[in-house]
């Protein structure tokens, strides 16, 4: 059974960091690839980053620069380093998993719809 555990959110104010853990298991797929992804009130979920088995990793436009993903296999756990953070990046963070045959690099893996397991959430909130 696949289960994805996310820790590390919390309050903070303009400009300062976080790391955001995601602990994973149960997942074989050769093809796989986890993902972040947020959804603030009202709007719809975004992908901020994914990485691949290969550590191949995609970032979107709007955290490039600002956020970075990387995997600890022998932890089984990737995190997603934010720096420079901004009020605009509250939102609820979830990390998921899915299978990407062709890599990540047709930017399928910035939709949610695309990723199989969830896990619940973990919270972000930066205020001015």
């Known amino acids: 059974q696949v289960q994805l555990v996310e820790s590390g959110g919390g309050s903070v104010q303009t400009g300062a960091s976080l790391r955001l853990s995601c602990a994973f298991s149960?997942?074989?797929?050769?093809?796989?690839?986890i993902g972040w992804f947020r959804q603030a009130p009202g709007r719809e979920r975004e992908g901020v980053a994914a990485?691949?088995?290969?550590?191949?990793?995609e970032h979107s436009g709007s955290v490039k620069g600002r956020f970075a993903i990387s995997k600890d296999n022998a932890k089984a756990t990737v995190y997603l380093q934010m720096n420079t953070l901004k009020p605009e990046d509250t939102a609820m963070y979830y990390c998921?998993?899915?299978?990407?045959?062709?890599?990540?690099?047709?930017?399928?893996?910035?939709?949610?719809?695309?990723?199989?397991?969830w896990g619940q959430g973990t919270q972000v909130t930066v205020s001015s």
């Open positions: 998921a998993a899915g299978v990407f045959l062709n890599g990540l690099g047709d930017g399928s893996w910035s939709n949610w719809s695309n990723f199989r397991y």
């Open positions: 149960g997942y074989t797929n050769r093809y796989y690839a």
């Open positions: 990485i691949d088995i290969d550590d191949n990793t």
